[in-house]
């Protein structure tokens, strides 16, 4: 006996019922859907290739847009390294211009700190020669006996009005004896508290020109050290800290026994490190 053939839009059935049997469900398609979804299918398949047709077309233009924007960049970048390098050369040349002005400064100063020097001690010597002659015409003829005698007086009027702290008094009386009595032997220790008159008064630019003569005309003397070390404290004072070195440094080189070259030494060596700062150091 032969099995009759079952038709296809039964068979369908049956399957979907056998498998959605556990559930009670089934869904069937019939030829006219099946038609329908695969047109869909290719329609929406359509749809994508078109959708992706066209996002390649604004990815080539976003790529062609990132390209261009990259190249400005770059550019750009070139143009800013260039600029940021010649600022920098521009800085390069004004710090060196402030370099040479700052030495052509300190070049200045010292060479007028020379001269003014040597103008005093020209005037001086006029002003020794001028109390010579003044003595001559004087007539008393008194020799050396009076000369000393009047050497010691101002010594002590001096002496005198530095210990009561009246400053221009004393420095009057210590220029008198240093300048109309240059070998007598009080004359180093006048020129050296003259000086000192100037620094109590903090009248530190005075007083370092007046220190500077103790160990030039005297530098056996026994306050030429002392003087040196003073005059680097002035100009430490004024904040002249390369000008205080010099001083502190040349005590060591030219007193190297005196019990101030240790002291001087120290101080040397804190300047140097004090150099850049400001509150401490002039620039």
């Known amino acids: 006996m032969k099995t009759p053939k ?9 399957a979907a019922a ?8 089934f869904w069937v398609t019939t030829k006219s859907e099946g038609k329908a979804i695969r047109n869909d299918v290719a329609a929406l398949d359509g749809r994508v290739a078109s959708k992706e047709q066209e996002l390649g077309g604004k990815v080539d233009e976003l790529q062609k847009t990132l390209d261009e924007a990259a190249k400005v960049l770059k550019r750009n970048s070139a ?12 800085q390069r040349t004004a710090l060196g211009l402030v370099t040479a002005a700052q030495a052509n400064a300190e ?4 060479t007028f700190e020379r001269y003014k020097a040597s103008t005093d001690e020209r005037v001086a010597a006029l002003e020794a020669r001028l109390a010579l002659l003044e003595a001559k015409l ?4 008194g020799g050396g006996g009076s000369t000393t005698a009047e050497a010691d007086a101002l010594w002590k009027q001096g002496k005198a009005a530095f210990e009561a702290s009246k400053w221009a ?5 210590f220029k008198k004896l240093a ?6 032997d009080r004359a180093d220790d006048a020129q050296y508290f003259r000086a ?17 003569k103790v160990y030039d005309k005297y530098p056996d003397s026994s306050l030429a050290d002392d003087a040196m070390f003073r005059a680097g404290e002035a100009a430490e004072a004024l904040k002249s800290c390369t000008e205080a070195r010099a001083y502190f440094g040349q005590l060591g080189q030219k007193y190297p026994q005196s019990n101030l070259a240790k002291k001087a030494a120290e101080k040397d060596a804190a300047l140097k490190k004090a150099l850049k700062d400001k509150k401490k150091c002039k620039p």
């Not at 143009?79 to 521009?90: K, P, S, Y």
């Not at 070049?107 to 010292?110: D, W």
């Not at 008094?169 to 009386?173: G, P, T, V």
């Open 107 to 110: 070049e200045v100063r010292v």
């Open 196 to 212: 000192e008159t100037h620094f109590s008064e903090k009248d530190y630019e005075a007083a370092i020109p007046e220190y500077q």
């Open 6 to 14: 079952t038709p296809t839009s039964l068979t369908v059935l049956l």
């Open 18 to 25: 056998a498998a959605t049997g556990a559930t009670g469900c």
């Open 169 to 173: 008094d004393a420095r009057e009386a």
């Open 179 to 184: 300048v109309n009595f240059p070998t007598h």
């Open 79 to 90: 143009d800013l390294g260039a600029e940021v390098q010649r600022i920098d050369d521009a």
């Open 138 to 141: 004087g007539g008393g003829g």
